[in-house]
């Protein structure tokens, strides 16, 4: 598991050292798009952050077959939580095995962005398995600016849809994200099971709804009980995604080998924690708040993701 890390002055050096890292692994980048076998990712910065967008292929500096999600490493509200400071500290993860690629910076000493993508290997998929999301969803200034929104999360994934027409987003991976748009979806796969070509997470219609995929549902029983009340350690959990299928039917689309679920009561944040052979480096999903550790709680629009995080595999000093 590469490592990298070190310090930006802006979303476009974020970028930059991403770029550089995958480079060094084996990635090309060209025309503004990471490739490697058959992952294509495209990459860009605007005032927001930087968004990334899935594809199948490329022609120039077009992606074919195009996700209509585009995740964002941002900022995830105007109306909450502390503007970007420069410089941000950075921490790269890449995995191989299959390919898992990992972006999370940190700010304002408590504030953590992310985005991450990589290919899923669970077998019987039809397309390529490329799986991507970041902290926050598509925002054009209109949206950042203007409307209710904020950090929505709870440790089962179901919430209300009564701030649907917020910009909310749940700030972790494969979780449930409360929007109208799909193409607000924060986590999306490229699976083509039933005609869906980029499953996302459930929007208003619910975490039922054929097509959408979520983790948190399987993970939530762990999640609930965890730290454990004998030694206070939490356990790592898999952050395996379904996708619900006709006859309330659900199959395995991502099992993401080199991440995990973690509640980070106990844990400080960034702290490398050791299990048999594997080292692993903890964050919470945006920002720690132990205080209120089942994040939404009946309420939204927090600017906190409670103790959600997540541990990512870790090969530095």
């Known amino acids: 598991m590469a490592y990298y890390n070190g310090s930006a002055n802006s979303f476009n050096d974020l970028l930059t050292a991403l770029a550089s890292a995958c480079v060094a692994e084996g990635w090309t980048w060209a025309d503004g798009i990471l490739s490697k076998g058959s992952a294509f990712v495209k990459l860009y910065t605007n005032s927001d952050g930087i968004l990334i967008q899935g594809g199948t292929g490329k022609t120039?500096?077009?992606?074919?077959?195009?996700?209509?999600?585009?995740?964002?490493?941002?900022?995830?509200?105007?109306?909450?939580?502390?503007?970007?400071?420069?410089?941000?500290?950075?921490?790269?993860?890449?995995?191989s095995t299959p390919d898992e690629v990992y972006l999370i910076a940190r700010h304002n000493v408590d504030y953590f962005y992310w985005l991450a993508f990589g290919l899923s290997d669970v077998p019987g998929l039809l397309g390529t398995g490329l799986w991507l999301g970041a902290v926050a969803t598509l925002s054009p200034e209109s949206y950042l600016s203007g409307g209710a929104g904020g950090v929505y999360i709870d440790a089962d994934g179901s919430g209300t849809d009564s701030w649907q027409n917020g910009l909310c987003s749940s700030a972790a991976l494969f979780w449930k994200t409360n929007n109208i748009a799909p193409s607000k979806s924060q986590n999306t796969v490229h699976c083509l099971l039933d005609g869906v070509a980029w499953a996302d997470t459930p929007t208003t219609s619910g975490s039922a709804a054929v097509g959408k995929l979520q983790a948190v549902v399987c993970a939530s029983p762990q999640l609930t009980r965890s730290p454990n009340t004998w030694n206070s350690e939490a356990i790592l959990i898999p952050i395996q995604a379904y996708l619900t299928r006709a006859s309330a039917k659900m199959s395995l689309v991502v099992d993401v080998k080199h991440a995990r679920y973690v509640r980070v009561d106990n844990y400080t944040p960034e702290q490398i924690i050791t299990l048999g052979p594997d080292k692993w480096k903890v964050y919470p999903f945006y920002r720690k708040n132990v205080a209120n550790r089942n994040g939404q709680s009946g309420g939204a629009m927090i600017d906190h993701t409670g103790t959600f995080g997540w541990a990512i595999r870790y090969d530095g000093p």
């Open 60 to 95: 120039g500096t077009t992606l074919d077959g195009a996700s209509p999600h585009t995740p964002r490493l941002g900022r995830i509200h105007a109306s909450l939580g502390a503007q970007p400071a420069w410089p941000m500290a950075y921490s790269i993860h890449l995995g």
